[in-house]
Nanobody, 125 residues
């Protein structure tokens, strides 16, 4: 399985922006569809965004559509999540995920074999 390391979390005021990055190990990054999930205290982990193997197709949760943008660079083995117009309800630990056989989503979450360690995002009001 690919190893994933997230970075870029932090504290930001409501309305601000953050960019999360996820670096993957190995030379098979393009064989993985990538995704971002988040988990707030006391809540279940939820799907945020995903991107196909080539980067040609993206998917978003309704709660972040129009505010977040997922992208990938297969040459650099990275996937990013640009988060704009952040809200206090976006506060959570954000996890990067990699899956070979299907795009990460709420439905395929249990199939995901590679997860990052998570990065904290805190949005103050």
């Amino acid at each position: 399985q690919v190893q994933l390391v997230e970075s870029g979390g932090g504290l930001v005021q409501a309305g601000g922006s953050l960019r999360l990055s996820c670096a993957a190990s190995g030379r098979t990054f393009s064989r993985y569809a990538m995704g971002w999930f988040r988990q707030a205290p006391g809540k279940e982990r939820e799907f945020v965004a995903a991107i196909s193997w080539s980067g040609g197709t993206t998917y978003y949760a309704d709660s972040v559509k129009g505010r977040f943008t997922i992208s990938r660079d297969n040459a650099k083995n990275t996937v990013s999540l640009q988060m704009n117009s952040l809200k206090p309800e976006d506060t959570a630990v954000y996890y990067c995920a990699a899956n070979q056989n299907a795009v990460p989503s709420r439905a395929t979450q249990r199939e995901i074999g590679s997860w990052g360690q998570g990065t904290q995002v805190t949005v103050s009001s």
